[in-house]
T-cell receptor
Framework: EAQVTQNPRYLITVTGKKLTVTCSQN?????MSWYRQDPGLGLRQIYY???????DKGDVPEGYKVSRKEKRNFPLILESPSPNQTSLYFC????????????FGPGTRLTVT | AQSVAQPEDQVNVAEGNPLTVKCTYS??????LFWYVQYPNRGLQFLLK??????LVKGSYGFEAEFNKSQTSFHLKKPSALVSDSALYFC??????????????FGKGTKLSVIP
């Protein structure tokens, strides 16, 4: 089954404790991205990657890091989480940019206290 | 800069009635337009897209959308709403800039409630 998986699905952590949210896709997609969803703000892109070792900032990259060492994986790293990073996070992948629809993971709900 | 507006935070419709979820956009150039649906505790799912050609696009679950270039709109429609259509709907617009970069922007979402 074609899918994007994320782990963990739920995470409660404390300010400053480094964490990683994993994302993996099994569709051999070139393009992957991370979004955060906040009430009243919709989806905002954090980072994206157009291929292995190629990443770029989205609209709200501050406080986040990513890496793309393998085509299928695109982890999101919060080196020093803060309460304003409490949000619902989605990973997505697609065949490429432009006319291609994105496939979304199930989401990770992060709470930073 | 491009932008996407979903002017209604919430739309309520009776089951069996037609539904419309509105989306307008502002871009320079020819956009790619998308609709996604998010059910509770789930990720977004692709519904339909407009790339080029026929202005009326048909998608999953009986949904369709009409691209109107003069009004810069891409409203989502369905002739007869089902209770199971109740969800959060996102419009998105993508465009290549003159510098060759691509930007995809999502609207803030519209919550659709279909009342039995």
């Amino acid at each position: 089954e074609a899918q994007v998986t994320q782990n963990p699905r739920y995470l409660i952590t404390v300010t400053g404790k480094k964490l990683t949210v994993t994302c993996s896709q099994n569709m051999n997609h070139e393009y992957m991205s991370w979004y955060r969803q906040d009430p009243g703000l919709g989806l905002r892109q954090i980072y994206y990657s157009m291929n292995v070792e190629v990443t770029d900032k989205g609209d709200v990259p501050e406080g986040y890091k990513v890496s793309r060492k393998e085509k299928r994986n695109f982890p999101l790293i919060l080196e020093s989480p803060s309460p304003n990073q409490t949000s619902l996070y989605f990973c997505a992948s697609s065949r490429g940019l432009g006319p291609y629809e994105q496939y979304f993971g199930p989401g990770t709900r992060l709470t930073v206290t | 800069a491009q932008s996407v507006a979903q002017p209604e935070d919430q739309v309520n419709v009776a089951e069996g009635n037609p539904l419309t979820v509105k989306c307008t956009y502002s871009v320079s150039g020819n956009p790619y337009l998308f609709w996604y649906v998010q059910y509770p505790n789930r990720g977004l799912q692709f519904l339909l897209k407009y790339i080029t050609g026929d202005n009326l696009v048909k998608g999953s679950y009986g949904f369709e959308a009409e691209f109107n270039k003069s009004q810069t709109s891409f409203h989502l429609k369905k002739p007869s709403a089902l209770v199971s259509d109740s969800a959060l709907y996102f419009c998105a617009v993508g465009i290549y800039s003159g510098a060759g970069s691509y930007q995809l922007t999502f609207g803030k979402g519209t919550k659709l409630s279909v009342i039995p």
